[in-house]
């Protein structure tokens, strides 16, 4: 077994979406011959809103060692500078604005995610004792980079980049067009990229639109490792729908930045003459985001509607399994830019209806694997819905004609080891 070392600041029990890709690798990398250690912060699984994942969770360093890997779980504290910043008289001199200006002159970036301090000491001290082939740090937050290239310069360990997301998902909009202040944050940060990805073994990204911007701050080859589904998960999980109502679900966090305007209009149309006790409605996680929860329930009646906050990945595989249809709202002006959740939608087999489309890869995605529906207004999703909703009455289940093997491409597990062989190729 090869020794790697993962540092990733976002893993379980964190319900983040970004934990999931590095746990993968803890269950997927042992069968291609690696052994990782995983360095990431406490989690206490209970983070709901985005100012849960921002608070301090001071408890001792906790080490699980499993068959083949082992996870270190580090007490996280709030960057003291940020803390500072925050102070009533700080912001009312203006002088958490000069704050946050050196803090990025000076290459540190994302301080409220602060996973460069939180990790640096215990890495440096680990690596003393601890031999390693290889790092993989995986982005969110960018700092981990800048560790990354710390621990290279130091101890000449080739590293790996993943990015999840890029440095300014703003980025990724048609038609982006920064402010003055934007531009200038933005050359910063793409200024300390070029520097530490200099010696970067690669980079991997999870969808096209990402690795066009990390291109251009790396010269080093950028593969596209995309999310997926973990096969076992919806294998071993025998969850069927309930043969008494319709269920319709939405899972996952919903953003702004998501179209949902066209969907509502549907589910409106197609509710006018539906029974409450025979049609549910779910939106698993909107209310993680109150602009979006508050959307969905001021239009929906809520003799139809249930809504929650985030839920753990064996509870989110059940209530995917539970549905009969996963409605999956478009990202408007995002190219190129693929979902982690829609991913998880495949792995269940269930019918996808997705709106509005947007001819771009999440369209040819649901095409290529014969997955589900696009709608490209509210009339067309509640027609597509209706068919599905007789369908039901009539067979008392929905046929799924997804393409398997196109499918299977898509989970964790086939990417997994798309990622394994790249490493060994290059090591």
Not at 243 to 269: A, C, E, K, R, Y
Not at 403 to 412: D, G, H, L, V, W
Request: hydrophobic fraction near 40%; glycine fraction near 4%.
């Amino acid at each position: 077994m090869k020794k790697i070392l993962v540092i990733a600041y976002y893993y379980p029990p964190c319900r983040g979406v970004a934990s999931f890709r590095p746990q993968s690798w803890t269950n997927d990398f042992p069968k291609h011959g690696f052994s990782p250690t995983v360095i990431t912060r406490h989690w206490n699984g209970n983070e709901n809103v985005w100012t849960d994942y921002l608070k301090d969770l001071i408890i001792d360093e906790k080490i699980t060692v499993g068959e083949n890997s082992t996870t270190i779980n580090l007490p996280f504290k709030r960057n003291k500078y940020l803390v500072f910043a925050e102070k009533k008289w700080v912001r009312k001199i203006y002088l958490d604005k000069f704050i946050y200006l050196l803090s990025a002159l000076t290459g540190n970036f994302q301080l409220d995610v602060d996973g460069y301090n939180c990790f640096k000491e215990y890495v440096f001290k680990h690596l003393e004792s601890n031999k390693y082939k290889l790092v993989i740090v995986t982005s969110p937050p960018l700092n981990i980079i800048k560790l990354a290239f710390k621990i290279n310069k130091k101890y000449q360990i080739p590293f790996i980049v993943d990015f999840q997301d890029s440095w300014n998902n703003e980025m990724l909009i048609d038609n982006y067009n920064p402010g003055l202040k934007e531009k200038f944050y933005n050359f910063l940060k793409e200024f300390y990229l070029k520097k530490w990805l200099s010696p970067v073994l690669f980079t991997t990204t999870v969808t096209p639109a990402i690795s066009n911007f990390v291109k251009k701050v790396s010269n080093k080859p950028c593969e596209i490792i995309t999310n997926g589904f973990d096969k076992e998960s919806y294998a071993l999980n025998k969850t069927m729908p309930s043969d008494l109502f319709f269920n319709v679900s939405v899972m996952g966090t919903v953003h702004p930045m998501q179209d949902i305007s066209i969907m509502l209009n549907g589910l409106i149309l197609f509710l006018k003459d539906k029974d409450p006790q025979k049609v549910k409605l779910n939106f698993i996680g909107i209310d993680a985001v109150p602009e979006m929860a508050n959307k969905v329930k001021n239009i929906i009646p809520h003799s139809f509607l249930y809504t929650s906050s985030r839920v753990s990945m064996e509870e989110s595989v059940n209530l995917t399994l539970a549905a009969n249809v996963l409605l999956f709202p478009s990202y408007k002006g995002y190219k190129g830019y693929y979902t982690a959740k829609i991913f998880e939608y495949l792995g269940a087999r269930k019918n996808i209806l997705m709106v509005p489309g947007n001819n771009d890869i999440v369209d040819e995605l649901i095409l290529k694997t014969q997955s589900g529906k696009i709608a490209n207004s509210g009339y067309e999703f509640s027609e597509i819905l209706n068919n599905w909703y007789k369908e039901w009455q009539s067979k008392g289940t929905l046929k799924f004609n997804g393409i398997n093997e196109n499918i299977e491409f898509y989970s964790r597990e086939n990417q997994n080891q798309i990622f394994c062989e790249l490493v060994n190729k290059m090591i």
